[in-house]
């Protein structure tokens, strides 16, 4: 039997969209993902409405609770659910942000909606390791919504040069008031581009480097066909 792919969906809780991820994976792509979920900062049980719904699903939801990064094992992939969490203790070969937003709390429309989203990324990525395509094949609307912004561009221009910036740097460097760092710095942490972490009252950031080369990868695969066919016509 193939070496399956570990698979490791993180959020923050790990309680309703990496569980829903992990349940799915183990139902439709067993032959090709090994998958396991968990949270930075884990609930103490999974959202009993996503629970039910898989179940009312035919999703089997055996074994399935809320777990800190650590108590997952060496993974090769990990996606992260689209609630920028940054996973600097859990090394993998790949790295790829889902964009989901969190549906906890509105009702059972917005959950199945969460369901059917998960549902068609877990195929997709199945289907990506099956041919041996890694990269998604088209980049998320969420990341290019956040690089879709002059100020956010120069915020990952002085991340790139300078590695790490607290944000009292950063409100030096652009004249924005604080509010409108923020602003742009949470789009920037939920696109999964750039990670976060608290000293004392002051944020820290950094740029993801491996998000940015999947998005390399991802727009260099969109040109990919009009370069072939360039290449073509001047052959001709």
């Not at 561009?153 to 300078?162: D, G, K, T, W």
């Not at 750039?194 to 940015?212: A, M, N, T």
Request: with cysteine; charged share 30%.
């Amino acid at each position: 039997m193939t070496a399956r792919t570990r698979v490791a969906f993180v959020c923050t809780h790990n309680a309703c969209r990496s569980q829903i991820a992990e349940a799915l994976a183990r139902l439709r792509a067993s032959d090709i993902i090994e998958p396991f979920s968990a949270g930075t900062d884990p609930e103490d049980t999974p959202n009993p409405d996503a629970l039910r719904l898989l179940a009312a699903r035919d999703v089997d939801t055996t074994g399935l609770r809320s777990k800190a990064l650590g108590e997952i094992p060496a993974v090769d992939i990990v996606v992260t659910m689209g609630c920028g969490v940054s996973c600097p203790t859990l090394p993998c070969k790949h790295r790829e942000d889902w964009g989901l937003d969190d549906p906890t709390g509105k009702g059972d429309a917005a959950m199945e909606a969460c369901m059917l989203a998960i549902q068609e990324r877990v195929d997709d990525l199945a289907r990506r390791l099956r041919a041996g395509e890694l990269a998604p094949r088209t980049p998320s609307v969420a990341v290019l919504r956040a690089l879709a912004d002059e100020t956010r561009l120069e915020i990952v221009a002085a991340l790139s040069r300078e590695g790490e910036l607290c944000a009292c740097k950063l409100l030096d460097h652009l004249a924005v008031s604080q509010s409108t760092l923020s602003h742009h710095m949470k789009i920037l942490v939920e696109a999964g581009l750039v990670s976060q972490r608290k000293e004392g009252r002051w944020s820290h950031y950094r740029l993801d480097p491996e998000r940015f080369a999947c998005l390399g990868r991802a727009i260099s695969a969109l040109a990919a066909p009009s370069l072939d066919e360039g290449e073509t016509l001047r052959r001709e």
